[in-house]
C-alpha cells in the first residue's frame, strides 16, 4: 500500500501527463484525417479524369470524319409552291471547283488566315477562349456565334446540321478536335477553302475567283486575295452590289493584318489599290420570275435568323407561300392586257395576298430577273394616286360620317388655301361621300379630309397596312395632298392594306414562307400570321359595300367582267407619272401598278404607253388585275360581301335654312341659307325710316353680332 506522498506524487504525475498524450494523439490523427480525403479526393479524380478520357476516346472513336468529295452532292435548299410539291427553283445551286492548296498562292491561303484565323496553325482545333466568347455572347443574348477557327467552321459546314443548339456546339467541337487528330492542317485549311461560300452562288475559292474577278484562283494577287478572303464573313452583307464601301473595310482590315503578321510588306501595303470586281451575271435557272420569287424567299430567311451558309448549303425545304396557279395567271395577265407599244422604261408590278393570313400568293416582279433584279411588285417607288382615297373615307366612317354626307364635288375648288381639280376638270356640283368614292371626285375627298383631319386619314391608312416608311408619306406634317396618294407603297403593301377590309378590318402580316423542313425531313419553321384590328366590322363592311360600287358604278368598270362580288379603286396621278388598279374579293386582294422611268432612274409621263394618251388605272391596269383574279380564282366558290350596317346607309338630316351665320351646321351638310327673323333691313326710301320707332333689341347670348366683312359666302362648300 503506498504511502500518501507517493500517492500524490502518482496523481500529480498521472495529470501532468494525460493532457499531454490526449495531445499527442490529437496531433497525430489530425494529419492523418487529411491524408486520407486527399487521397479519396485525388483518387476520384484520377477515376473521374479516367472515366471522361474513356468516354472522349469512345466518343472521338466514334465520330467518323466523312469525306470533303461528299460534299460535292449535298442536297441544295429547295424552294416549293405552297401545295409543297412543285418545286420553283433552287437556292445556292453549287459551282464548287475544288482545287488543290499546292495551286492556291501562299498568299491567298495567308489572307485568308489574317481574316478567319490568325492561330490556326498553334491550336488543336478549338480555341477556348473563343468559345467562352460565344457562349457568354449567346447567353447575353447577343448575336448567336459559333465555332471561331476555320477547324471549327468546316466541320459545322460539311458535317453537321445547321441547328443552332447546345448539342450542336459540342458536336463541332468534337469534331474539331478529331479533325485535327486525323488529318493534317494543310488538308483541313485545303478543305476549308474548296467548301466555303463566298457570294455570287461560289462554293469554293476557285469558283469564286471566276465569279468574282474571271480568273483561276492560281492568277489572283494577295490584293484580289484579300478581296475574297473579306467576303466570307458575310458573302450577302458585303457584296459588291449593294455594300461596296462595307467590303472596301473588310479588305483594308484584312490587309492591315497581313502587314502585321508580316504576310507582306508594309510597302504592299501602302500600293494595294481596290480591285475591279466583274459585274455580277445571275444563271438562267433565275429568268422570267422566278428570281424575284426565290430572291423574296431568301431574303426573308436571312431575316428570320438563317446565315447563307445554311440557306446555300443546308439541304432544306422550304415551302412557299406562292400558289402555283395565281402565279401563272399574273404572268399570262401582264402579258396578255399589258400594252405592247411605247414601253420603253415601262414598270409593271404585281402583288396578291390572301386575306387573314397575308400569305403572298402571286407576284410579278418584271419582265425578266435577269436583266433586271428590281422587283416592282415590293418596291416603293410609284405614286398611288387615288387608291389612298379608301384610307379617308375608313376615318370619316369612323367618325360617324354616313355614306349620304354631301360635299363640294366642283373643279377647281380651292380648301385652306389649296387649289385643286378633278381628273378632267370635271365639275359634279354637291355630291354625297358614295358619288364622290364611285367617281373619285379630288375636291369632295379633299374637303372631307380637311373637315376630319389629315392626321386622322394618315392614322387610317397605316392602321391598314401601309408601312410608315413609305416615301412620300410626310407623317410628321402631312397636307391635304395626302389623300390624293402623294405616298408611294409598294404593290404588296398596297395589296395587304386592301386585304385589311376585305378581312373586315383585321390587318395580317405577310410572308412569303409558309414552312420551312430541315435535311432531315422534320420542321423548323411554321408561319403563323400577326393579326391586328384596324377598323371594326362595319366600318370595313361600309369600306367594301363603297368600293364595290366604285366597280357597278363608278371608275373600275373593268372589273365586272369577273363576274363575281368585287371591290376596288383605280389611282392615276398627275402629269400621268403613275396609274393603279387595287381591289379585292374575300379571298384575294390584289394591286397592279404601272410607271415610266427615263435611263437615269425618274419617273416620268406614261403618254404614248400602248397608244393611250393618257394611262389611268381603268386602263391596262384594271385589265391585268381582271385577267389575274379571273385566273386564280377560276373553279373558287363565289363569295358575298357581308352588308353594311343600316345607319352607313342613313339620309344625313340636314337643314335647308338657318337663323344665323354662327349656327352650327352637321358635318357632311352644305351651308343652308341664313334667314333673318326680323325681315328685310330698312332702306333709305322706306317712309317709315324716317323716324322709327323705337325697338327691343333682344339679347344675343352668343354676344355681339359679327362685324361686316367683304368676303362672300362660299358657296361652293356643300
Given at each position: 500500500?503506498?504511502?500518501?506522498?507517493?500517492?500524490?506524487?502518482?496523481?500529480?504525475?498521472?495529470?501532468?501527463?494525460?493532457?499531454?498524450?490526449?495531445?499527442?494523439?490529437?496531433?497525430?490523427?489530425?494529419?492523418?484525417?487529411?491524408?486520407?480525403?486527399?487521397?479519396?479526393?485525388?483518387?476520384?479524380?484520377?477515376?473521374?479524369?479516367?472515366?471522361?478520357?474513356?468516354?472522349?476516346?469512345?466518343?472521338?472513336?466514334?465520330?467518323?470524319?466523312?469525306?470533303?468529295?461528299?460534299?460535292?452532292?449535298?442536297?441544295?435548299?429547295?424552294?416549293?409552291?405552297?401545295?409543297?410539291?412543285?418545286?420553283?427553283?433552287?437556292?445556292?445551286?453549287?459551282?464548287?471547283?475544288?482545287?488543290?492548296?499546292?495551286?492556291?498562292?501562299?498568299?491567298?491561303?495567308?489572307?485568308?488566315?489574317?481574316?478567319?484565323?490568325?492561330?490556326?496553325?498553334?491550336?488543336?482545333?478549338?480555341?477556348?477562349?473563343?468559345?467562352?466568347?460565344?457562349?457568354?455572347?449567346?447567353?447575353?443574348?447577343?448575336?448567336?456565334?459559333?465555332?471561331?477557327?476555320?477547324?471549327?467552321?468546316?466541320?459545322?459546314?460539311?458535317?453537321?446540321?445547321?441547328?443552332?443548339?447546345?448539342?450542336?456546339?459540342?458536336?463541332?467541337?468534337?469534331?474539331?478536335?478529331?479533325?485535327?487528330?486525323?488529318?493534317?492542317?494543310?488538308?483541313?485549311?485545303?478543305?476549308?477553302?474548296?467548301t466555303i461560300y463566298f457570294g455570287r452562288n461560289a462554293n469554293g475559292i476557285e469558283a469564286a475567283a471566276v465569279a468574282y474577278f474571271n480568273k483561276s484562283v492560281n492568277e489572283l494577287d494577295y490584293i484580289e486575295g484579300a478581296v475574297l478572303a473579306s467576303v466570307i464573313k458575310s458573302p450577302s452583307g458585303l457584296n459588291p452590289e449593294d455594300n461596296l464601301s462595307g467590303l472596301k473595310a473588310r479588305w483594308s482590315y484584312v490587309l492591315d493584318s497581313m502587314s502585321v503578321l508580316g504576310d507582306i510588306t508594309q510597302a504592299q501595303r501602302d500600293a494595294a489599290i481596290f480591285p475591279e470586281i466583274i459585274p455580277f451575271k445571275q444563271k438562267d435557272r433565275l429568268g422570267g420570275q422566278v428570281g424575284f420569287l426565290l430572291t423574296a424567299v431568301e431574303q426573308q430567311l436571312l431575316a428570320q435568323g438563317y446565315?447563307?451558309?445554311?440557306?446555300?448549303?443546308?439541304?432544306?425545304?422550304?415551302?412557299?407561300?406562292?400558289n402555283r396557279k395565281a402565279q401563272r395567271s399574273a404572268q399570262r395577265a401582264v402579258k396578255n392586257q399589258g400594252p405592247t407599244s411605247g414601253t420603253q422604261g415601262l414598270r409593271i408590278g404585281l402583288a396578291a395576298v390572301r386575306p387573314g393570313s397575308g400569305e403572298v400568293l402571286a407576284m410579278y416582279g418584271g419582265t425578266d430577273f435577269i436583266t433586271d433584279q428590281i422587283n416592282n411588285a415590293t418596291r416603293q417607288f410609284a405614286q398611288a394616286g387615288s387608291t389612298f382615297k379608301p384610307f379617308a373615307l375608313a376615318s370619316a366612317l369612323e367618325q360617324g360620317l354616313p355614306l349620304n354626307s354631301l360635299w363640294n364635288g366642283n373643279s377647281p375648288a380651292t380648301v385652306n388655301d389649296y387649289t385643286l381639280n378633278n381628273y378632267g376638270d370635271n365639275s359634279y356640283g354637291v355630291v354625297s361621300l358614295l358619288q364622290a368614292t364611285e367617281l373619285s371626285i379630288n375636291s369632295a375627298y379633299v374637303e372631307l379630309t380637311s373637315e376630319i383631319g389629315v392626321r386622322n386619314v394618315a392614322d387610317a391608312a397605316l392602321a391598314a397596312g401601309i408601312p410608315e416608311t413609305t416615301p412620300g408619306l410626310n407623317l410628321e406634317s402631312p397636307d391635304l395632298t395626302f389623300v390624293l396618294g402623294t405616298g408611294s407603297p409598294s404593290g404588296l403593301d398596297m395589296a395587304n392594306a386592301y386585304a385589311t377590309f376585305a378581312n373586315e378590318g383585321v390587318r395580317s402580316t405577310t410572308t412569303f414562307i409558309k414552312q420551312v423542313f430541315g435535311p432531315n425531313g422534320g420542321l423548323i419553321y411554321q408561319y403563323e400570321p400577326l393579326l391586328t384590328t384596324a377598323f371594326s366590322t362595319e366600318v370595313a363592311n361600309t369600306v367594301n359595300y363603297s368600293l364595290n360600287k366604285?366597280?357597278?358604278?363608278?371608275?373600275?368598270?373593268?372589273?365586272?367582267?369577273?363576274?363575281?362580288?368585287?371591290?376596288?379603286?383605280?389611282g392615276t396621278t398627275d402629269d400621268n407619272k403613275s396609274a393603279w388598279f387595287a381591289g379585292y374579293t374575300p379571298q384575294i386582294s390584289a394591286a397592279v401598278l404601272m410607271a415610266k422611268e427615263d435611263s437615269s432612274g425618274m419617273p416620268i409621263s406614261m403618254s404614248g404607253t400602248g397608244g393611250l394618251g393618257t394611262v389611268t388605272g381603268g386602263s391596262f391596269p384594271a385589265a391585268i388585275w381582271t385577267a389575274f383574279m379571273r385566273g386564280s380564282l377560276k373553279k373558287q366558290p363565289v363569295v358575298n360581301f357581308q352588308a353594311?350596317?343600316?345607319?352607313?346607309?342613313?339620309?344625313?338630316?340636314?337643314?335647308?335654312?338657318?337663323?344665323?351665320?354662327?349656327?352650327?351646321?352637321?358635318?357632311?351638310?352644305?351651308?343652308?341659307?341664313?334667314?333673318?327673323?326680323?325681315?328685310?333691313?330698312?332702306?333709305?326710301?322706306?317712309?317709315?325710316?324716317?323716324?322709327?320707332?323705337?325697338?327691343?333689341?333682344?339679347?344675343?347670348?352668343?354676344?355681339?353680332?359679327?362685324?361686316?366683312?367683304?368676303?362672300?359666302?362660299?358657296?361652293?362648300?356643300?
Open positions: 500500500m503506498s504511502s500518501p506522498t507517493q500517492k500524490g506524487s502518482a496523481s500529480k504525475k498521472t495529470a501532468i501527463k494525460k493532457p499531454t498524450k490526449r495531445s499527442t494523439s490529437s496531433e497525430q490523427r489530425a494529419p492523418l484525417w487529411r491524408r486520407r480525403w486527399l487521397r479519396r479526393i485525388l483518387w476520384t479524380l484520377i477515376f473521374l479524369t479516367a472515366i471522361g478520357a474513356t468516354f472522349l476516346a469512345v466518343v472521338l472513336a466514334r465520330t467518323e470524319v466523312p469525306s470533303p468529295n461528299d460534299l460535292a452532292t449535298s442536297e441544295a435548299t429547295v424552294v416549293y409552291y405552297s401545295g409543297g410539291s412543285n418545286e420553283i427553283g433552287r437556292l445556292g445551286e453549287s459551282t464548287r471547283r475544288s482545287v488543290l492548296l499546292s495551286d492556291i498562292p501562299e498568299d491567298i491561303q495567308q489572307a485568308v488566315l489574317a481574316a478567319e484565323d490568325r492561330d490556326f496553325y498553334n491550336h488543336g482545333g478549338i480555341s477556348p477562349i473563343g468559345i467562352a466568347r460565344a457562349a457568354l455572347n449567346n447567353l447575353t443574348g447577343g448575336s448567336t456565334q459559333g465555332g471561331s477557327t476555320i477547324t471549327q467552321q468546316y466541320a459545322k459546314i460539311a458535317f453537321l446540321t445547321q441547328d443552332r443548339t447546345w448539342k450542336r456546339k459540342i458536336n463541332e467541337a468534337l469534331l474539331a478536335f478529331k479533325l485535327e487528330t486525323v488529318i493534317s492542317k494543310e488538308q483541313i485549311l485545303q478543305d476549308y477553302l474548296n446565315t447563307e451558309t445554311e440557306i446555300q448549303r443546308g439541304g432544306l425545304k422550304i415551302v412557299s407561300s406562292f366604285v366597280v357597278t358604278s363608278g371608275t373600275a368598270k373593268a372589273a365586272l367582267a369577273l363576274d363575281r362580288p368585287a371591290a376596288a379603286k383605280t353594311p350596317p343600316d345607319e352607313a346607309l342613313s339620309p344625313i338630316d340636314c337643314p335647308d335654312f338657318i337663323e344665323t351665320d354662327l349656327e352650327e351646321i352637321p358635318l357632311g351638310c352644305p351651308i343652308p341659307e341664313v334667314v333673318n327673323e326680323f325681315g328685310p333691313e330698312n332702306t333709305e326710301s322706306d317712309p317709315a325710316a324716317v323716324d322709327p320707332a323705337p325697338v327691343e333689341q333682344p339679347i344675343n347670348e352668343f354676344g355681339p353680332e359679327p362685324a361686316p366683312t367683304d368676303q362672300p359666302i362660299d358657296e361652293g362648300r356643300p
